[in-house]
């Protein structure tokens, strides 16, 4: 059975806190070896950290766009000072998630515009200080994130749940990053970025859940069918190998050669893996 790194799941995310071993477990059976749960507010370091230890999974540590207006100056200092402090525990693996999120009305006008290109500059500094990779959340806003990391170069990382175009995506790649793909990837409809799943260079392509959220198109259920009483499914890490199958059909790839490549990847993308996964 090939086995897999989700490279961007939120098992702390509190949709699954009541059976989260249950799912843990269930992921492990279908193949996934590794899960990288990144965390979205300073509050969440500590508990981003311990589960990924309980688990047996990597973790990164950040302040996410869409927390930054609750956030403050001090979340910084914080960050900093747990990046210090965990230095050298194997399984801190990135800083993330960071970036801009432009979809989301409010946050495209003064002054959260403002304060989120504040918070995401100050966290890839961190990440350059501390020498690590970086988890990108770039929702409408990739040539911005890309300005950015063009001013302040960190150790690259991944552009999570990518959805540019194919010049943004060449443009990442030229930079380093790797490029994620996810349950987004499974829908026909999502034409340009089924597009980038099978015509992107392989070595820039790794796979994601970002469970709970993003769910493939199997588990999605839309407004409508919500509303007639047809429950939404739930994202997990376990969807990952379903997921692995749809991209791996789409570059026309057996799937163990998606695999490899896929595996190979994460751990170009985050080194530290390569340690943590051969102590295990």
Known sequence: M?????THCHLDAPELAHDIDVVRALAAERGVRLCV??????????????????????????????????????????LDAALT????????????????????????????RERQLHFFRAQLKLARKH???????????????????????????????????????DHFVAMGFKLGFGGAATFDRARQLRLLAREMPAACLVL??????????????????RADGQPQGRNTPAELPRI?????????????????????????????LEGLLSSQ
Request: aromatic content about 6%; proline content about 9%.
């Open 2 to 6: 090939p086995l897999w790194i989700d």
């Open 208 to 225: 994601e859940t970002d469970a709970p959220d993003m769910p493939p198109h199997w588990l999605y259920r839309t407004a409508e069918q």
């Open 244 to 272: 692995a199958q749809c991209v791996a059909d789409l570059r026309s790839l057996p799937l163990e050669a998606l695999q490899r490549i896929a595996w190979d990847n994460a751990i170009s993308a985050m080194p530290r």
């Open 37 to 78: 749960l990144p965390a979205v507010a300073a509050d969440h370091f500590e508990g981003a950290r311990a589960l990924a230890h309980r688990l047996g999974d990597a973790y990164a540590l950040g302040i996410h766009p869409l927390f930054v207006a609750h956030a403050q100056e001090g979340d910084l200092e914080r």
């Open 131 to 169: 020498q690590l990779p970086v988890l990108l959340h770039t929702r409408r806003s990739v040539d911005a994130v890309r300005q950015s990391l063009r001013q302040i170069e960190v150790p690259g990382g991944i552009a999570h749940a990518f959805n540019g175009s194919r010049q943004q995506a």
């Open 85 to 112: 402090q965990w230095r050298d525990d194997p399984r801190l693996v990135a800083v993330g998630e960071i970036g801009l999120d432009f979809f989301v009305p409010a946050l495209q006008r003064p002054p959260l």
